[in-house]
């Protein structure tokens, strides 16, 4: 059923989802600082990495409300109050809305449209639910290292790199220090979680 944007639903969930988007990115930049204060700088890069994407998932939505410019939406909607006290905590908040955008609301959201003929707004909920996925996985296995205590050794990772120079460590446990630049261990990422590997 072909419908008119301006009385679609899927302008407003267009809203919502950059709504929803523009929160994450807040509350991961400012996870990011407190990941900082502690001393857990790789935990801070991935929650600004991840930040940036959600900036990139609003900048879209927001693109496809563009012929509406000028007017203002109006939407309800329910947004967290993710201010846990640890790291995990928070990694596990994160995860957990990840998880609701990727399983539940995106998916909805894409098949309103769909069904209102909106098809490239429906590709776009459909893609991002996909990328969201992906940041839920990397949010539970960050907090579930942080949880068990494994994140800097003692458990399956036997390889690191320092997130300021480089350097690769391999064994049970990342070096207190850098070895190259004498960076603190709160600069060792597992290597797994590395971008641009070039392998
Ligand atoms: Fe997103
Ligand atoms: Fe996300």
Known sequence: MAVNFSESRTKENLMKAFA?????????????KKAED???????AVFRYTADQERAHAERYYALLKELAGETIHIDGSYPVDQQETLAELLRAAQHNE????????QAFGDAASEEGFHEAASAFYQIAEVEHV????????AEMLENDTYYGGGSVTKWICTNCGYI?????APKF???CRYAQGYFL????????GE
């Open 20 to 32: 929803g988007e523009s929160q994450a990115r807040n509350r991961y930049t400012i996870a990011a």
């Open 169 to 173: 460590h391999e064994g049970n446990q």
């Open 190 to 197: 597992p290597y797994d979680f590395a971008c641009y590997r």
């Open 135 to 142: 940041h839920e996985e990397r949010f539970g296995k960050l």
């Open 38 to 44: 502690e001393g857990m700088h790789t935990i801070a």
């Open 99 to 106: 998880h609701e955008e990727y399983e539940d609301v995106y």
């Open 178 to 180: 850098c070895p190259v």
